[in-house]
């Protein structure tokens, strides 16, 4: 795991100053302790900073082929690297290394920008090829690492963070005002935009190519779902589920360094746990967080049941509202963009503690999303059908809902009222449809007439309709799982997994993200994923006797932090005074009066609003950060 940057001029005569890309490199020191390297010719610099996991002694960055014209910097795994070697071989190649890195610039000789669709594994690179001028960048299918890029009058400047291209005085810092919008719309970023005018995100499954001073931009691989999904017995295809994450979990431990696991006590975790448990060549060390304050769902001692399940040595730790807030200023640092994931900050406590055991850890990220874990997607589908009967009894169905906001055991499914009336794809993103909230009903009361007449939300919702269409033959469950994939998947959780972990350089591997444990999920039946009230099915059958009956059987309540209750107690202080701060209003963002009724829960916005508080709380310490402080 590595950062890599890089500025490449448009012309062959422009010149490229290494001074400046030795300092965009060496921002992101976090991402690669280890070593550091730098590759300089006239018309282009490429950057490393190197974590080291694999060919500890040879695969030091950039890395050239034979002939020294084709040069590479790049951040990831490719976990079938060692057949591709040995087919680069056959065909005549020298290797002169024993790295994956060295493999890519091979495959590139011989496929050219083809190259990525042959790569299986988590990866974001730049290929600099000498003989044509010309840049390949290239961001894996799912989007587990980042790669961002800036295009200015003369250059292209590419790095695995935002941080890093603005060390270079030619990066503009112009906020673009629709992408705040579009951020607190849905409490991340999807798509390709940032928060910068200027700077744009190598969207996942996309390569940009560069030469003679144009730019392609193309898709390689997209998440598809056939016209009829497969045929066969369910037992068969939860046999060959499991067989297909042994394979994939054993590439996955491919290290030269000792790997853990992050263990929630989950369905996902632990079957991922089982696996390494079975393959593992050393001891497994598990790794978990609870926290301190108020009684809420608490993953420990499931995770403990799980970790003795299996005989490995389990660390666990705990955190209160005070580590939470000390942290805050570094998570908007490694974050750089004001995401609402406040699990993210015991992701950085918890790797923090693995760190001092491991180099390398295995997640069960993304499970929920390839075999439709969320409760939400059970609850739509259902719905869905419920308006399929038809008036009136889709007015009397929509009454009742409505009906069972003053039952407390019931009040979360009266949040599904609008959907009566409104198609999937405009409920889906609203206020209180599944993960997502936004700030839909809230931007006439909270917005400046100033900054409501420079944004429009249609614009905001573009990105995700599209998706929608992408896919509109489909089932309405197939629908939710590819539009998760390509907006909350990669944009939400799986940034906040590489830079929280890579904020300790602690390498992160998620199993269940292998793009062919996806296309596998993807080609099942729905009513193999979600069955009567059961999300998840096939996984939790195909894991039925090999997790403890507890955790199969628990509800799913998401990663308990008690964010709510710190912001609101704990904090309150702390928050009060950046958000009702006068450098706050200055910038013409807010009505402060309406700012005031959210944390102080008067009147029409007396509804929890944690999401949105911890949201506004972040965009301006985002802006102290990144805009405010030039250094």
């Not at 853990?260 to 598990?286: F, H, N, R, W």
Request: aromatic share 10%; hydrophobic share 40%.
């Amino acid at each position: 795991m590595c950062g890599i940057c890089g500025k490449v001029g448009f012309a062959t005569e422009q010149i490229v100053d290494p001074r400046i890309v030795e300092r965009m490199r060496d921002t992101m020191l976090h991402r690669g302790p280890d070593d550091a390297g730098i590759y300089v010719a006239p018309q282009v610099v490429l950057g490393h900073r190197r974590l080291s996991i694999i060919d500890l002694s040879t695969g030091k960055q950039p890395i050239c082929n034979e002939e020294r014209n084709v040069w590479i910097v790049y951040n990831g795994e490719i976990y079938n690297y060692k057949e591709l070697q040995r087919e680069l071989v056959d065909r005549g190649h020298t290797m002169a290394t024993a790295s994956d890195t060295e493999v890519i610039v091979h495959l590139y000789e011989e496929y050219g920008a083809e190259c990525v669709s042959r790569l299986r594994g988590m990866f974001a690179f730049a290929i600099w090829d000498d003989r044509k001028k010309t840049l390949l960048l290239a961001r894996d299918r799912v989007g587990i690492k980042p790669l961002y890029y800036c295009l200015t009058d003369e250059h292209i400047l590419f790095a695995s963070e935002i941080k890093a291209l603005l060390v270079d005085p030619s990066v503009q810092r112009e906020i673009d005002l629709q992408a705040i919008d579009k951020s607190l719309t849905f409490l991340y970023m999807p798509g390709q935009e940032t928060l910068f005018r200027t700077i744009r995100k190598l969207e996942p499954g996309h390569s940009l190519l560069m030469h003679d001073g144009r730019v392609q931009i193309r898709r390689f691989w997209d998440l598809e779902f056939p016209e009829e999904p497969r045929n066969g017995s369910f037992e068969a295809a939860s046999n060959e589920l499991v067989e297909l994450l042994r394979g994939t979990v054993r590439d996955h431990l491919l290290s030269d360094v000792p790997v853990g696991i992050l263990l929630s006590g989950g369905v996902d975790s632990t079957a991922m746990l089982s696996l390494v448990a079975e393959q593992a060549e050393q001891d497994v060390k598990s790794f978990t967080i609870g926290f301190e304050g108020e009684r809420f769902d608490d993953e420990r001692p499931y995770a403990k049941l799980a970790a003795a399940r299996y005989g490995n040595k389990h660390y666990e730790m705990t955190i209160k509202a005070e580590d939470f807030r000390s942290f805050l200023p570094k998570y908007v640092w490694h974050m750089e963009e004001p995401v609402c994931e406040p699990p993210a900050v015991a992701l950085y406590y918890v790797t923090k503690l693995a760190r001092e055991h491991v180099k390398v850890l295995i997640s069960g990220e993304g499970g929920d999303e390839a075999f439709a874990g969320y409760q939400n997607y059970r609850n739509l589908v259902w719905f869905e059908r419920l308006k399929a009967i038809g008036q009136p009894w889709r007015s009397i169905a929509g009454a009742a809902l409505a009906g069972l906001s003053h039952v407390p055991a019931l009040r979360n499914l009266a949040n599904y009222t609008g959907l009566m009336e409104l198609p999937l794809r405009d409920f889906y993103y609203s206020r209180t449809s599944g993960p997502f909230r936004s700030f839909n009903f809230l931007r006439s009361e909270l917005y400046t007439p100033n900054f409501l007449a420079e944004v429009n939300p249609e614009t905001s919702l573009h990105f995700l309709r599209e998706c929608f269409d992408t896919v509109a033959d489909q089932p309405i469950l197939n629908q939710m799982l590819y539009v998760d994939t390509k907006t909350w998947l990669p944009d939400d959780l799986l940034i906040k997994a590489d830079k929280i972990t890579m904020a300790n350089s602690v390498e992160l591997r998620v199993p269940l993200l292998d793009h062919k444990i996806l296309e596998f999920a993807a080609h099942l039946p729905t009513n193999y994923k979600v069955r009567n009230f059961t999300t998840k099915y096939i996984l939790k059958k195909a894991f039925n006797g090999r997790i403890p009956k507890e955790i199969l059987d628990r509800k799913k309540t998401g990663f308990p932090i008690p964010v709510e209750s710190w912001l609101k107690k704990d904090l309150k202080g702390f928050v009060w005074e950046i958000l009702m701060d006068r450098r706050t209003s200055q910038r013409g963002y807010f009505q402060r009066k309406t700012l005031e009724r959210l944390l102080t829960g008067n009147g029409k916005l007396q509804e929890n609003h944690t999401a949105e508080v911890f949201t506004l709380l972040t965009l301006e310490l985002w802006h102290r950060q990144f805009v405010d402080n030039r250094n």
